[in-house]
């Protein structure tokens, strides 16, 4: 490599995220022994993206964000035997090290596989991070099998992680999917990914029990906040809940006559810890990539916008933010 800085865009303290980001030049980043140095060739965008930069204080360095990334490998480090150079790769990143709006982004390869061959760097961009949150909820947390039956209820179904994970349950599980959406148009995005049955989730607690009057067994919740006394009436008796929000002041007391198992997902947990199954995470990446190729998992991106900048990233947070996205936004060079 002929040069020792690249671009980024760095998120700065403001009041508003479509104020806080801005062009920059910093170094390269130094690789670790396991580390493959990634050049960035799209990104998505996801609201763990906004949750970070909301912390950054007045005064402090500017912060790299993104996670959900697709790009091609330049360089490894000395203890990589799992990707070479040239590969084209996908990945989520780590909420420990610097993000994945810049040119370059360096990654331990245990959280990095190759990406599908059939997708675009901008189609395949847009599933890592969803797809490791939703794989983790449903094989790890409800630990659904081939043989699992009953019935998952999957809140915001047309979002990012529910458009991948309702697409995995019905490939390689056995339950009933049932989605949450209000209007016209999530709602048949959410039938397009998968769902067997789409309720309005503005009358959760009714429609949910017209489909399903005993209640269901395992319920995926990103927006926990004011669902709980829902939540204790439409899940059965020992059912599991996971959640991947973190509201404050929750309370979860209403779950426990029915026994109901409360899980959370984190999908930095492992890369944060470097716990000793880390590899996982780019198995199931790997695994994914074989579905998408063979044409049972397609992408979930439904806008691209080719600016790979600070206003580009702008625009594409301010997108998030607003919360009437239906699957994924995606920011290509």
Aim: aromatic content about 6%.
């Amino acid at each position: 490599m002929t040069t020792s800085t690249m671009a980024a865009i760095g998120a700065f303290a403001a009041d508003s995220i479509g104020d806080s980001l801005r062009d920059i030049t910093v170094d390269i980043p130094d690789l670790r022994p396991r580390d493959v140095l990634v050049r960035v060739m799209a990104v998505s965008v996801n609201p763990a993206d906004w949750k970070v930069q909301a912390g950054i204080t007045p005064g402090s360095e500017p912060v790299i964000l993104g996670y959900d990334a697709a790009g091609v490998v330049e360089a490894v480090g000395p203890g990589v035997s799992t990707l070479s150079v040239g590969d084209e790769v996908w990945y989520a990143g780590d909420l420990n090290r610097p993000g994945s709006y810049a040119q370059f982004q360096a990654v331990d390869e245990r959280i990095v596989s190759r990406k599908p061959s059939s997708l675009s760097f901008a189609e395949a961009a847009a599933l890592p991070l969803t797809t490791i949150t939703a794989w983790e909820s449903l094989f790890d947390r409800f630990e659904l099998t081939r043989e699992s039956a009953g019935d998952l209820l999957v809140l915001g179904a047309a979002g990012g992680v529910g458009s991948i994970m309702m697409q995995l349950a019905k490939a390689l599980t056995g339950v009933r999917v049932i989605g949450t959406a209000s209007r016209d148009e999530s709602r048949a995005w959410a039938q397009s990914m998968g769902a067997d049955v789409v309720v309005n989730h503005r009358h959760l607690r009714e429609e949910t029990l017209k489909v399903a009057p005993g209640g269901v067994d395992f319920l995926f919740s990103p927006y926990s906040a004011g669902n709980i006394d829902d939540y204790a009436v439409i899940v059965k008796p020992f059912g599991h809940i996971t959640a991947i929000d973190e509201p404050e002041g929750l309370d979860l007391v209403a779950l426990k006559t029915k026994s109901i198992a409360w899980h959370w997902e984190l999908m930095f947990t492992r890369s944060m810890f470097e716990t000793p199954d880390m590899i996982e995470q780019q198995r199931l990446l790997a695994a994914t990539a074989d579905l998408v190729d063979n044409g049972t998992l397609r992408t979930t991106v439904t806008k691209t916008i080719e600016d790979f900048s600070a206003a580009g990233l702008r625009q594409a947070n301010r997108e998030v933010k607003a919360g009437r996205m239906t699957g994924k936004i995606v920011v290509t060079r």
